[in-house]
């Protein structure tokens, strides 16, 4: 099993910034990837971001490109997402995610973490 808290979310302004954390306990490891993803009202959960532990290989998804990094800290067992130039279309829950790597769907969720951008 895999338990997932994310953190990090609040209340930004147009064109600010936030760092989420995920942070992972139980099963993690090498053979996992972790991802990032979003869901704002009205819409469907989207995925933002991810990565794979063994090798940093990373994705994004195109309307975050160039103003979101995911990182991972493998001994604290952590990912981040860092968030900047937010706009105010980033308006959502976020959502931290986890599995396997040559699995097609993910396993393991976050409660998730509001990230709300002003205009």
């Known amino acids: 099993q895999v338990q997932l808290v994310e953190s990090g979310g609040g209340l930004v302004q147009d064109g600010g910034s936030l760092r989420l954390s995920c942070a992972a306990s139980g099963r993690t490891g090498s053979t996992y990837t972790m991802g990032w993803f979003r869901q704002a009202p009205g819409k469907e959960r989207e995925l933002v971001s991810s990565?794979?532990?063994?090798?940093?290989?990373?994705y994004y998804a195109d309307s975050v490109k160039g103003r979101f990094t995911i990182s991972r800290d493998n001994a604290r067992d952590t990912v981040y997402l860092q968030m900047n130039s937010l706009k105010p279309e980033d308006t959502a829950v976020y959502y931290c995610a986890a599995k396997r790597t040559w699995e097609t769907r993910y396993d393991y969720w976050g409660q998730g973490t509001q990230v709300t951008v002003s205009s």
């Open positions: 990565i794979r532990w063994s090798d940093r290989s990373t």
